[in-house]
């Protein structure tokens, strides 16, 4: 069994963001200068928790925060950083370009919830999950990889109970592995859906569980601690936590 730390982060503002865009995958935008103090101030606040693997969208403003964050680190500021394509941003379709007040008219309209509505030509809640799950699949297996000297043949992972310290490494107390994940607004808000009620994740003690689904702030953070089964021929997730949600302390 293998042990690790997971931390996602969602890239900086860019233009796009401040005017109420939907960038989606076909606008590439890189981060405004808000955008990159954002980033430099989450660097800054996880400048000494340790990462061993960094995993990052292959969009400019994902791949920009995550070199800020890098850059900044202490312990691991030469990181290889590895671009997923699967790590994109949901595709919105028709929609991409235009004002997100339009999609909420939109969705309206089709008398559909705003979050669960599909423009025409863009993605549906389900293939993102499957996106989704196919990053994770992938991650698990390249920690196994990298950190084969790290399993173990049994792990007994306490339950996190009582409020945390707020501190950056919250959660990560003797965990032998810690990713980085930098990603995408509503990438991860889909991934918060398959993690809670999919993959039935715990949810942080004294959260309110309407937060799950929210939408994670430029640069916010959310964190888990993932337990993996290790066979020789299999991996499986055995256990998935929680540790918080949208965490924003480094922007105040």
């Known amino acids: 069994m293998l042990a690790f730390g997971l931390t996602v982060v969602r890239h900086g503002e860019t233009q796009c963001n401040k005017d109420g865009l939907l960038q989606g995958q076909k606008i590439d935008s890189p981060l405004s200068d808000i955008g990159t103090r954002q980033s430099e101030a989450a660097g800054l606040y996880l400048r000494d928790v340790k990462f061993q693997n960094v995993f990052v969208s292959d969009m400019k403003r994902a791949k920009q925060t995550a070199e800020i964050i890098v850059r900044n680190n202490r312990t691991c500021h030469d990181i290889e950083l590895l671009t997923d394509p699967s790590l994109k941003e949901r595709c919105f379709g028709i929609a991409e370009g235009g004002q997100v007040k339009d999609m909420k008219n939109m969705a309206k309209a089709a008398g559909q919830p705003f979050p669960e509505f599909t423009p025409p030509e863009g993605e549906t809640i389900e293939q993102v999950k499957a996106r989704v799950k ?32 707020g501190l950056p490494d919250d959660g990560l107390l003797g965990e032998p592995v810690h990713a980085l994940v930098v990603g995408h607004g509503a990438y991860m808000s889909i991934a918060m859906l398959y993690f809670f009620e999919d993959l039935k994740c715990s949810m942080p003690y004294g959260s309110d569980p309407a937060r799950r689904f929210s939408l994670c702030p430029n640069t916010g953070m959310c964190r888990f601690v993932i337990t993996l089964t290790c066979n020789k021929s299999d991996i499986a997730l ?4 929680c540790v918080f949600i949208n965490r924003r302390n480094h922007t105040k």
Do not use: C
């Open 134 to 165: 196919d990053f994770l699949q992938a991650m698990f297996q390249r920690i196994v990889d990298d950190h084969r000297d790290k399993i173990q043949d049994e792990i007994t992972m306490p339950k996190m109970e009582g409020p945390l310290a």
């Open 238 to 241: 055995s256990d998935i936590q």
